[in-house]
Structures are given as structure tokens and as C-alpha cells.
Nanobody, 118 residues
Framework: QVQLAESGGGLVQAGGSLRLSCAAM????????LAWYRQGPGKERELVAT???????TYADSVKDRFTISRDNSQSTVYLQMNSLKPEDTGVYYC????????????WGQGTQVTVSS
């Protein structure tokens, strides 16, 4: 399994930017897809973005063209650059890792709070 630790959350005004980081520790990280999820107040957890070790990425429609996921394989770190933030982006952001074969349980970080004020 993979251990994950997020950092970089905080309070920002609407229209501002934040960069989240997630340090991943474990064996064969290249075989894991890394992802960001978020959970807003009173909402279910939702997928924000994913990235493979080869750099292929996907995004939720709500964040396309505003958020960018990237991955530094040498440092075993995944980033989420968030621009043009909106109040509806507020929530706890979680780092996630799962094996490309989908074998075994997902790994989760402890989460980091992002608050966007209007």
C-alpha cells in the first residue's frame, strides 16, 4: 500500500490560486495512478483529477481549464495547481492512490482544507 501526505491548503479569495502537494511513499509507485478528490460541506466526495506515471491526466468537468494535475516521479509527489478559484471549490482535498490493475484497496491521505471566500 501507499502512504500519502497532503499539504498546501488554506484560505484564498475567489479568483485566487493555490497549489496542493501530496508526497507518496511506497514500492513500485510507477504502477499507481495518483488522484485528487474533494469533499465540500454537505456534499459527497468527488473525483477532481487523476494522473498516471506516464503523465496521462483526466479532470472533472467542473475544474477543467482551471486546475492542473502534475506528477514528479523522481520525488514521488503529485501536485494540484488550482487557478481562478471559486467559492464552490471549497472543501477538504484528499490525495488518492490506486494500483493500475485495481488490485488492492485505495490509499488515502488525511486531507487538506481549501476555503475560497467570495
Amino acid at each position: 500500500q501507499v502512504q500519502l501526505a497532503e499539504s498546501g491548503g488554506g484560505l484564498v479569495q475567489a479568483g485566487g490560486s493555490l497549489r496542493l502537494s501530496c508526497a507518496a511513499m511506497g514500492r513500485e509507485l510507477a504502477l499507481y495512478v495518483l488522484a485528487w478528490y474533494r469533499q465540500g460541506p454537505g456534499k459527497e466526495r468527488e473525483l477532481v483529477a487523476t494522473i498516471t506515471s506516464g503523465g496521462s491526466s483526466t479532470y472533472a468537468d467542473s475544474v477543467k481549464d482551471r486546475f492542473t494535475i502534475s506528477r514528479d516521479n523522481s520525488q514521488s509527489t503529485v501536485y494540484l495547481q488550482m487557478n481562478s478559484l471559486k467559492p464552490e471549490d471549497t472543501g477538504v482535498y484528499y490525495c488518492n492512490a490506486y494500483h493500475v490493475s485495481r488490485y488492492g484497496p485505495d490509499s488515502w491521505g488525511q486531507g487538506t482544507q481549501v476555503t475560497v471566500s467570495s
